[in-house]
């Protein structure tokens, strides 16, 4: 089994964490976690503290982005192998819109199954770019679970 699990660090890519996590898994299953990250989409007052330069701007933005990707994919492999040490687990960090890049991941790796978090980071983000996991769940060509944060309304 090839289970894709996209994460965020936000409570609901946790909350995906934790439903895989609770799982039996057969001991072949190949899991893959990514981490999306998006361009900022305006150039604001960050940039003004780089003195306007746009090169540096963007590779402060892409390292930082990274680091925090790195992070979180890591966080999420240790609750994972924390039960099961013989899971065989890759991680990705990559740019781009989200359910666009997790769908891609999830179609050329051929995962069996997608694993989300009910909402991602940001409400802004998700008004203008639309639910993710609402996309994948109708666009996937195979199964996706939605996990929900117990916790949150």
């Known amino acids: 089994m090839k289970i894709l699990l996209a994460v965020d660090g936000s ?5 995906a964490v934790e439903e895989l996590h609770k799982m039996t898994l057969p001991s072949h299953t190949e899991i893959c976690i990514i981490n999306v990250y998006e ?21 402060e933005f892409i390292s930082g982005a990274k680091k925090l990707g790195d992070k979180i994919v890591s966080e999420a492999s240790d609750v994972l192998k924390s039960k099961n040490e013989a899971l065989n687990i890759t991680t990705a960090v990559v740019s781009g819109l989200p359910k666009s890049a997790i769908l891609e991941k999830a179609e050329d790796w ?6 989300v978090g009910s909402q991602g980071q940001g409400a802004l983000s998700r008004l203008l770019l639309g639910s993710v ?14 996990a929900r944060d117990k916790n949150e309304g």
Do not use: R
């Not at 409570?11 to 909350?15: G, T």
């Not at 109708?138 to 679970?145: E, I, Q, W």
């Open 11 to 15: 409570s609901f890519s946790k909350a």
């Open 39 to 59: 361009y900022p989409a305006m150039l604001g007052p960050e940039l003004m503290a780089t003195g306007g330069n746009l090169n540096n701007y963007f590779e």
């Open 110 to 115: 051929k995962a069996d199954l997608i694993v």
């Open 133 to 146: 996991s609402q996309y994948l769940a109708t666009h996937a060509k195979c199964s996706v679970l939605i």
